[in-house]
């Protein structure tokens, strides 16, 4: 079965080091999701990204983020200048079509990232 | 401002016992309710997908339920086994002119299942 790959299991990195969480979505997707869930907290939207470009962010992505997709099938997340806060799980997902009411987002199994 | 309740917030049940969590939600305009399985450590795993006009929906031995007029959830698991210990997050989709990019996610409900 097709599945969402996620590279590192486990970052750890210290304050102020830049960090690449790297994906490999499930093959034929087209749409492409960072989420975040700091320890106890809700799973948070960071980003989708569709057609190699940002196609919607939350308030939580900005400039010390970005988004890569490099060579059609890594999807990357940077994360620069890490901070304590930044600690969290990060997910990828993917799925096929975005417009559709029941499309399904299929997520990876998650970076734990670790910021000291 | 869109949101998603669930209650209980955990528990604890005898293996082989029914149990049925809920959610309510605040999320317009309303696109689907999703459940979602998140066993420790791992990415969530989607159980059921929901849109506004169907009422229950079945996956196995979960059974999830909406009631789109009062805005709730529930989602049902019949004779538990042990590997259904895990968090059952209730995500809402909200859609925008068509979209369905953005997931508004509940807190989970933490569901141990003892021997």
């Known amino acids: 079965e097709p599945e969402v790959t996620q590279t590192p299991s486990h970052q750890v990195t210290q304050m102020g080091q830049e960090v690449i969480l790297r994906c490999v979505p499930i093959?034929?997707?087209?749409?492409f999701y960072w989420y975040r869930q700091i320890l106890g907290q809700k799973v948070e939207f960071l980003v989708s990204?569709?057609?190699?470009?940002?196609?919607?962010k939350s308030e939580i992505f900005d400039d010390q983020f970005s988004v890569e997709r490099p060579d059609g099938s890594n999807f990357t997340l940077k994360i620069r200048s890490t901070k304590l806060e930044d600690s969290a799980m990060y997910f990828c997902?993917?799925?096929?079509?975005?417009?559709?009411?029941?499309?399904?987002?299929?997520f990876g199994q998650g970076t734990r990232l670790t910021v000291v | 401002k869109n949101q998603v309740e669930q209650s209980p917030q955990s528990l604890i049940i005898l293996e082989g016992k029914n149990c049925t969590l809920q959610?309510?939600?605040?999320?317009?305009?309303?696109?689907?309710l999703r459940w979602y399985k998140q066993d420790t450590g791992r990415g969530p795993v989607s159980l059921t997908i929901?849109?506004?006009s169907e009422n229950t929906k079945s996956n196995g031995r979960y059974t999830a339920t909406l009631d789109a007029d009062t805005k709730q959830s529930s989602l049902h698991i019949t004779a538990s086994q042990l590997s259904d210990s895990a968090s059952y997050i209730c995500?809402?989709?909200?859609?925008?002119?068509?979209?369905?990019?953005?997931?508004?996610w509940g807190l989970g409900t933490s569901l141990a299942v003892n021997p």
């Open positions: 959610c309510n939600y605040t999320v317009s305009p309303f696109s689907n």
């Open positions: 995500v809402v989709s909200a859609s925008n002119a068509g979209n369905n990019r953005k997931l508004i």
């Open positions: 997902a993917s799925s096929a079509r975005s417009g559709q009411p029941n499309t399904e987002a299929f």
């Open positions: 929901m849109t506004f």
């Open positions: 093959s034929n997707h087209l749409y």
């Open positions: 990204f569709y057609n190699n470009e940002i196609s919607e």
